[in-house]
């Protein structure tokens, strides 16, 4: 199985453009940030010392820190599926409390109560970590109703957008075609983002969808659509910034297919065997950190040094995650009686 | 007082609550230009205008969950559902995230948010627009569920519902809307979480709540003049479920029959039921009746469709059993 062909154009750089040094650095801090945590993740996930479902990240990290990074979090909001590490991660989590979570303990970001699934930080605006297909994206067009609703009613000067992660799977439930078609009625300001990792679980997309290139869709909602290069976290950004912008300016929905690939099965227990090596090689060599490292080397913003010591930097944050996790108490078993009611 | 209906005192409700916080809006299918289906939001469009009174899309699922997440953010939803048959397509909005936002995030969100409808059977409607669905939501821990049968717990229940900060089920009834009663001319709420004493007596205690309360209040009456004293509870809230002042009457009249006009199995009947057995075992004087719908779907034709639900009869059947009268 080969790298297909899009019938779509897809947005992409091929440098660092006018982007500042530091900005990048912390885009490429971010990035390995999560492939650090998720390998420790799943290294513990190995151990048992983290149970259940665990979606890993690892590959994909350019979307979630890409759009994220276009944002103001004091506005907008973030809303994703189970897959939710690198999100949490990108919109300034702690990896204690996220790690913490992955052990059920106490002072994890749920106190134990959401797992791998479901990260929440409401002071950040991240609502989640949804573990049912699709049921973030309703959700996410009613924040994106709360940003009109405080400006047009309630008088708001300043009010942001929603991006509403989902991935390809997702796409056919009809909360997604539902969602949709009221955010462009009410003019919302939602930006759903297809994390398009090209398999739903272990089904490939081109067997389950009659198109392959979700930006197609947008038009049946009479919203605009792009395709951005998920691998380039740059590009991404760039197209999220651009997004968010026409959002606002012209009050509109936005659907973005972002063409991405997951390293690892679809979670811990899956071995993947329904896609070939070279398919996942081909996609290993335009790893997103990767590229991004490279693009920086061109532009002599970074060298091997350097990188190393921001790789040495996460781990030692990752590895200060799991000391906190493992020191950290059960919670007393009569909180489960807490945070069932207001 | 004034005497309006249901109807009219669920829209007094609405107006005053839309009218004290604009963060309350209404959304659902009609509830705008046709002024409702059952005409509960009547005038309210032209009163608040778009957005506050929003027609939507016929899309269950996705008015629900645009309504959860605009309260997970602090707005104050009232969602009308047509009917509780068509909630059904929503279903997975209210219990996957309405009911679980708050415990998933550890107690940093909450949902304050109305689900409301007609629910229930009404008349020659068939199976799939005649089902009393309330045990599906009473189900769920992270949900209020409420019910009314008068327009003074209407009134009072869905303004306490509607400031409240969690999720709130609201059980209507479709035949209900025209009853009237009298509601102060004064604002007032009633606490969620209440069940209230319909009528006093002292040797049987008939618990019920929603619609079937008319018909309970009927075979009181009759049982009255065959001499027996009938204490009428109406649970009106159903979870939580107000235990205190169904044990306080059955430790004075020792005899219970539960009415619910949903199915037997895993109702709000069957629990009442098996509650008063477990914890007013030693006062009981004769087995707990229940007397709910047969357990079939419902047909069309009228003479079976009044055989499925509950009756004055029936109850008075019911009644006659746990106080030995055969």
Not at chain 1, 59 to 84: F, P
């Amino acid at each position: 199985m080969a790298k297909r062909e899009t019938k779509v154009d897809v947005f992409t750089v091929d440098g660092v453009g006018d982007h500042k040094k530091e900005f990048l650095v912390e885009l490429l801090r971010q990035m390995t940030l999560i492939r650090r945590f998720e390998e420790k993740a799943a290294q513990m996930y190995g151990l048992r010392k983290i149970g259940g479902f665990c979606h890993l990240y690892n590959g994909q990290e350019a979307v979630a820190v890409g759009a994220i990074s276009a944002l103001d979090l004091k506005h907008d909001y973030v809303l994703t599926a189970y897959r939710d590490h690198g999100h949490a991660l990108a919109v300034g989590m702690e990896p204690n409390a996220i790690m913490a979570e992955l052990y059920g303990k106490i002072t994890g970001c749920s106190r134990g109560k959401g797992g791998s699934m479901h990260m929440f930080d409401a002071e950040k605006h991240f609502l989640g970590g949804n573990g049912i297909v699709g049921a973030q994206i309703p959700m996410a067009t009613g924040t994106a109703f709360a940003q009109m609703y405080w400006k047009k009613v309630m008088g708001e000067k300043k009010t942001g957008v929603t991006l509403c992660f989902f991935g390809d799977g997702a796409i056919h439930q009809g909360a997604f075609h539902e969602s949709l078609n009221l955010a462009a009625v009410w003019k919302l300001p939602a930006i759903y983002i297809v994390e398009n990792n090209q398999f739903g679980m272990g089904t490939a997309v081109h067997r389950v969808s009659s198109v392959e290139d979700f930006e197609i869709k947008a038009t049946g909602f009479d919203m605009p659509g792009m395709t951005i290069d998920g691998m380039n976290v740059i590009a991404v950004h760039d197209g999220i910034k651009k997004a968010r912008e026409q959002a606002q300016a012209d009050e509109t929905p936005i659907l973005i297919d972002i063409k991405t690939y997951r390293y690892k099965g679809h979670s811990m227990s899956d071995p993947a065997k329904y896609r070939t090596r070279e398919q996942l090689e081909q996609f290993q060599q335009q790893d997103p950190i990767l590229v991004l490292k490279a693009m920086m080397i061109d532009a002599k913003m970074i060298n091997d040094d350097e990188y190393k010591k921001i790789d040495d930097d996460v781990k030692k944050v990752v590895n200060e995650s799991i000391e906190f996790a493992e020191n950290s108490d059960e919670p007393p078993v009569d909180t489960m009686y807490e945070d069932i009611y207001a | 007082m004034a005497e309006i209906s249901i109807r009219d005192a669920l829209n007094q409700a609405l107006d005053e609550e839309m009218a004290r916080d604009e963060r309350v809006f209404l959304l659902g299918e009609e509830v705008g230009e046709y002024n409702g289906a059952y005409k509960v939001s009547r005038g309210l469009l032209d009163k608040y205008g778009a957005p506050r009174v929003l027609d939507t899309p016929i899309a269950e699922l996705g008015f629900t969950g645009l309504a959860v997440g605009a309260a997970t953010v602090g707005l104050r939803p009232v969602v009308e559902w047509m009917t509780f048959n068509f909630a059904l397509l929503a279903l997975d909005q209210v219990i996957n995230n309405a009911a679980k936002m708050r415990h998933m995030s550890g107690g940093q969100l909450n949902v304050p948010i109305v689900f409301r409808g007609p629910n229930g059977p009404a008349e020659y409607l068939s199976s799939q627009h005649s089902q009393a669905l309330q045990s599906l939501f009473v189900h769920i821990p992270g949900l209020k569920v409420a019910s009314y049968a008068t327009p003074y717990d209407a009134k009072g229940i869905l303004k306490s519902a509607i400031r409240d900060d969690n999720p709130v089920v609201l059980i209507e009834s479709e035949m209900a809307y025209a009853w009237t009663g009298e509601v102060p001319d004064e604002e007032y709420t009633i606490p969620l979480g209440k069940a209230d004493v319909k009528r006093e007596g002292s040797d049987i205690t008939l618990i019920t709540y929603s619609k079937p309360l008319r018909m309970v209040l009927e075979a009181a009456s009759e049982l009255e003049s065959m001499g027996v004293s009938a204490e009428v509870i109406d649970l009106r809230s159903l979870r939580p479920l107000d235990e205190e002042a169904i044990y306080a009457s059955v430790r004075k009249t020792n005899r219970a029959v539960v009415v619910d006009e949903s199915w037997p199995m895993a109702s709000v009947g069957s629990h009442v039921a098996w509650l008063i057995s477990r914890n007013c075992f030693d006062v009981l004087d004769a087995q707990v009746e229940l007397v709910c719908s047969e357990d079939v779907p419902m047909p069309y034709n009228h003479r079976m469709e009044l055989a499925v639900q509950p009756s004055v009869e029936k109850i008075i059947d019911a009644s006659k059993r746990v106080l030995y009268m055969e």
